[in-house]
């Protein structure tokens, strides 16, 4: 298995988080590694995103755990390797947040694909959650 964190602190309440998370299509306005973006349907388990980066092939991703105002994971399934981000907003004692993505792969050919694609996936994760912090706390 192939694994990676990160996570920011924030002024803003998991709600304001919220809102921009189940805005799916308005995720463009704080990840910039997305040229278009859909849902099938509400932002609850069982949807389905296609997901699209600049100048690649859409990448489908499925809603597997939807937990308002605390976190939600997308899934993609390769075959012989699943991508699994969570997502999540965790309150903090001094009324602050904490924001955490979390990249798993894993599978039979986790081993080879994860050290090449992971860095791949994750490596606006630092970028992406500021975003999201600047337009959450400007809420």
């Known amino acids: 298995m ?3 964190q990160h996570s920011a602190e924030t002024v803003a309440a998991p709600e304001a988080v919220w809102m921009l998370w189940s805005d799916v299509p308005g995720w463009q306005s704080w990840n910039a590694d997305i040229e278009k973006v859909e849902i099938d349907g509400a932002f609850a388990v069982g949807s389905q995103i296609t997901m699209t ?3 690649d092939e859409p990448i489908l991703l499925k809603l597997v755990q939807v937990e308002e105002n605390a976190l939600f994971v997308d899934q993609m399934d390769a075959g012989d390797f699943t991508v699994t ?3 999540r907003v965790e309150p903090l004692a001094d009324g602050r947040s904490r924001i955490v993505y ?3 792969i894993d599978g039979p050919a986790a081993d080879q694909v994860g050290p ?3 860095p791949a996936i ?4 630092a970028e992406t959650v500021a ?3 600047r337009l959450a706390e400007a809420q």
């Open 85 to 87: 981000t969570v997502h």
């Open 2 to 4: 192939w694994e990676y």
């Open 122 to 125: 994750t490596g606006d994760f």
């Open 102 to 104: 979390r990249t798993e």
């Open 131 to 133: 975003a999201l912090v």
């Open 53 to 55: 980066p600049p100048g």
């Open 116 to 118: 090449q694609l992971g």
